[in-house]
Each structure stands twice: as C-alpha cells, then as structure tokens.
C-alpha cells in the first residue's frame, strides 16, 4: 500500500491524476483518489468527482459524487463521433 496526502500529482500511462490524497493498494492495482474534487486527465478528456477509484489490471473507472459535490466528465470523440 502507498499513500500520499496534501496536493497530490501522479502521472501514469498517459493520464495525469490531482487530489487532495491518493491509495494505491499494489496486490490489487487499485488507485483510489479522494478530494474537492479528484481529477483525472487524459488529454482533453477528464472526470472528476468527490472519490475516483481507477483499477490498472483492466482500465475501469468508478467516479463517486458526495453531499453536494456532481461527478463531471468531459470526453472528446475526435472525428469518429461517439460509437
């Protein structure tokens, strides 16, 4: 288990994640982010939410809102258009 707490930044594959603090629980490969909002980015594209829980093994993302906080995702298709 790795923690880290106050302003957090990690970069990983082509994604950047801000929070206020990070849990990554190794034999599980679970990246868990909470804060005011945590925010993944993957170039133009982002979620945010009150709690993101990012499984690495299959690429999965669960984004919790809180009291009061919306889950908000920004995702840009390109030329293809949504399929």
Not at 62 to 74: D, F, L, P
């Given at each position: 288990?790795?923690?880290a707490s106050?302003?957090v930044?990690?970069k990983?594959?082509?994604?950047l994640?801000?929070?206020?603090?990070?849990?990554?629980?190794?034999?599980q490969?679970?990246?868990?982010?909470?804060?005011a909002?945590?925010?993944?980015?993957?170039?133009q594209?982002?979620v945010?939410?009150?709690?993101?829980?990012?499984?690495?093994?299959?690429?999965?993302?669960e984004?919790q809102?809180g009291s009061?906080?919306?889950?908000?995702?920004?995702?840009?298709?390109g030329?293809?258009?949504?399929?």
């Amino acid at each position: 288990k790795i923690a880290a707490s106050g302003n957090v930044r990690i970069k990983f594959d082509n994604r950047l994640a801000v929070t206020d603090e990070a849990v990554y629980i190794t034999d599980q490969r679970l990246l868990t982010l909470t804060g005011a909002p945590a925010r993944v980015t993957s170039g133009q594209d982002q979620v945010s939410g009150k709690v993101i829980k990012f499984y690495r093994d299959s690429g999965r993302i669960e984004v919790q809102g809180g009291s009061g906080k919306q889950i908000e995702a920004i995702f840009h298709s390109g030329d293809k258009g949504i399929q």
